[in-house]
């Protein structure tokens, strides 16, 4: 099983659309979860951290549901340069400080 | 502005070459990792550093080895390369063990003949 599931997409959605990508993670001990984007060509970049409470960047938000071992990402009024691939990562430094990506889901926000 | 570097962004070699991929990271973290990235995987952990001379084996070590003479400098050997080492590898450093941010590099693309 692997340690972080993601719907790899693609989802294209028209400019000003919201949009949700989930993530499953297997590992209940799991402390730290992250969302980063990784543009074509590019080195993934973190987007935002994921808090147990859930937290908000601009029109981005993002939430944990440790119960059900997922996190989500909302965008809101999508952008053209949204467009990207959005990777669920998890960590549990507890034991060895090791992060597990998610295969990452793709975004294509059409004009 | 935070930096990871690696020595080349793009690569041939033979198969059965020896191959040293450099990373070099300028903010005093001690923690360095190697990912390759192939399609439909994602970023998959081969070695990771938690401090000079200290290695621990990722998830996909086998063909690779790796070397951490100083904190800023991480290599990634592969031995004897094949065609399936063929991929993206990605560095990143991380400062501890609590921090939320990996800084990558921005890869070299392997190609093994």
């Known amino acids: 099983r692997k340690e972080v599931e993601q719907d790899p997409g693609p989802f294209n959605v028209p400019e000003g659309a919201t949009v949700a990508f989930n993530c499953t993670y297997s590992n209940s001990a799991s402390q730290s979860f992250f969302w980063y984007r990784q543009d074509c060509r590019k080195e993934p970049k973190l987007l935002m951290s994921v808090y147990s409470s859930g937290n908000e960047d601009g029109r981005f938000t993002a939430q944990l549901n440790r119960a059900s071992q997922y996190i989500s990402l909302l965008i809101r009024d999508s952008k053209l340069s949204d467009s990207a691939t959005y990777l669920c990562v998890v960590n549990n430094y507890l034991t060895g400080n090791q992060f597990y990506f998610g295969t990452g889901t793709s975004l294509t926000v059409i004009p | 502005d935070v930096k990871v570097t690696q020595s080349s962004r793009y690569l041939v070699k033979r198969t059965g070459e020896k191959v040293f991929l450099e990373c070099v990271q300028d903010m005093d973290h001690e923690n360095m990792f190697w990912y390759r990235q192939d399609p439909g995987l994602g970023l998959r952990l081969i070695y990771f550093?938690?401090?000079?001379?200290?290695?621990e084996k990722g998830d996909i070590p086998e063909g690779y080895s790796v070397s951490r003479e100083k904190k800023e400098r991480f290599s990634l050997i592969l031995e004897s390369a094949s065609t399936n080492q063929t991929s993206m590898y990605l560095c990143?450093?991380?400062?501890?063990?609590?921090?939320?941010?990996?800084?990558f590099g921005p890869g070299t693309r392997l190609t093994v003949l």
């Open positions: 990143a450093s991380t400062h501890g063990q609590l921090t939320d941010t990996q800084y």
């Open positions: 550093s938690y401090d000079v001379k200290m290695k």
